[in-house]
């Protein structure tokens, strides 16, 4: 890896409109991406990781414009890529490759092998047909199979030689950059590996920058030299692959990591990360204010006022998170807290209490939060939902909801946005960094 930038991506932004009506009026946007930036540095592989759902194969089909941009700017070799003509497109995504995740919808079936490799080429003017037929006899080679699977159908091979193919037709061209899209996401364990392993070599052999989409953190872990962890549209957190993963800043990786099954049987399930507060990934069409990752965040600031445990805190956002869900009425509600197997005590008991023992809030809390609780029991009591949620959003408002964070490395190993880096907002760092004594001493030295 060098330092050279080959493709460098900023504020990168992909809305879909929300159209309704016969007209086709638009009623809202899906904002798929929402300002990524990041570069690639030649030679190295970079990898994109998230949920599903979190905007990373938006924002590859939108590198190579299959999916135009709605914003911002994308440079290949310092040039313009949204300026490009036809011709220069058309160079531009003979360079920069697209590997799909699904390699049985990547072929046509009524193609060879050979005549689906040979296609790239005739795109871009190779007229020379047995030129054609020695290069995709020499890419079949390298990736591991036979020159003679060229007269060979699709569906007569396995799904790990098919995405062996897809790699020997990335190559044919001669690519500078490879986008895979969650190359190995439908594979078995070794052929997972084994795949993996071969992109590898590629990568040694022909010098390549590869650019690698995963929801897998271990399929990243094994391959990638810097992460770029999205969620939502955006990057949370950015840096050295080693750095990010066994040091992680933000929630929502911590949370990724904690995903990932550990061998060891006496490990719990919290031994490696954040356990996110609900499962629910919000709607892309309706993004929540501030930090996006909030709602389901276990790490969600108090207020500076906040005069009781954090884990008071945690069971006073999921009460109040639970009374935001879109209930009918309240009698909804409660056959939902019952079937959710909580403590939801049926009868005509008072809803205060019966919240308390569903969410397991102490007998005592500060004075303000027992007022709102008590008012937010006596709402429901009367049907009415607003009300409820309006007492308890009073008492949990929080910077993570009010602002959004920026992706900043000034006190922290590498790139990460989350307001308890920020030594100007409450809340202390996760992984001990000491935000405001760094900007004291910092400050002291100027």
């Given amino acids: 890896m060098t330092e050279e930038v080959i493709l460098s ?15 086709r009026r638009e009623v809202g946007r ?14 190295e592989a970079f990898g994109l990781v998230g949920e599903s759902g979190c905007g990373k194969s938006t924002t590859a089909l939108s590198l190579l414009r299959l999916e135009e941009p709605t914003a911002g700017e994308i440079r290949f070799h310092d040039e313009d890529v949204l300026d490009y003509s036809r011709s220069e497109l058309r160079e531009y995504r003979r360079r920069v490759q697209l590997v799909l995740q699904d390699p049985d919808s990547a072929f046509n079936p009524r193609l060879t092998v050979g005549e689906a490799l040979e296609e790239p080429l005739r795109v871009h003017g190779m007229v020379d047909s047995t030129r054609r037929q020695r290069i995709v006899t020499d ?8 020159g003679d699977d060229r007269a060979s159908y699709p569906h007569e091979f396995s799904g790990g030689q098919k995405q062996r193919i897809a790699l020997a037709r990335a190559l044919v061209v001669n690519p500078d950059v490879i986008l895979a899209d969650e ?3 439908a594979l078995d364990g070794r052929t997972k590996a084994d795949v993996l392993e071969l992109l590898g070599d590629l990568q040694t052999e022909f010098d390549l920058t590869v650019l690698l989409i995963s929801h897998d953190v271990d399929v990243v872990r094994r391959f990638c030299d810097r992460i770029g962890v999205m969620y939502l549209g955006k990057l949370v957190e950015c840096g050295p692959t080693q750095s990010v993963l066994e040091t992680p800043h933000h929630p929502y990786t911590r949370a990724l990591l904690s995903s990932v099954p550990s061998l060891d049987a006496h490990t719990p399930a919290t031994a490696t990360g954040e356990q996110t507060l ?3 990934l919000p709607d892309a069409a309706d993004i929540p204010s501030g930090c996006r990752f909030h709602p389901r965040c276990r790490a969600i600031i108090p207020p500076e006022e906040w005069e009781s445990s954090s884990e008071t805190w945690r069971r006073l956002m999921e009460l109040r998170l639970y009374l935001e869900d ?4 309240t009698e909804a509600l409660a056959r939902a807290l019952a079937d959710g197997g909580r403590d939801w005590q ?17 007998e005592t809390l500060p004075e303000r939060v027992e007022d709102a609780v008590a008012d937010a029991g006596a709402a429901l009591a009367r049907n009415d939902l607003a009300g409820a949620r309006e007492q308890v959003r009073a008492v949990t408002a929080t910077v993570c909801e009010q602002e959004s964070p920026s992706l900043t490395d000034e006190y922290t190993s590498h790139t990460v946005a989350c307001h308890r880096y920020d030594p100007e907002k409450p809340g202390e760092a996760l992984d001990g960094t000491r935000t405001r004594q ?9």
């Avoid at 991506?9 to 007209?23: A, C, D, H, M, S």
């Avoid at 300002?35 to 030679?43: N, R």
């Avoid at 879109?326 to 009425?329: H, K, L, P, R, Y």
């Fill in 326 to 329: 879109d209930w009918s009425d």
């Fill in 346 to 362: 049926s009868g005509d008991g008072e809803f205060e209490s019966r919240l308390r023992t569903a969410f397991a809030l102490p």
């Fill in 9 to 23: 991506v900023r504020n990168l932004e992909k809305q879909y409109p929300i159209t309704e009506g016969l007209l």
């Fill in 183 to 185: 190359p190995v996401s």
């Fill in 30 to 43: 899906v904002r798929a991406v929402d300002g990524v930036s990041f570069e690639l540095h030649a030679g």
């Fill in 278 to 280: 609900t499962d629910d």
């Fill in 139 to 146: 890419a079949l080679e390298r990736v591991g199979l036979d």
């Fill in 438 to 446: 760094a900007k004291e001493e910092r400050t002291d030295a100027n």
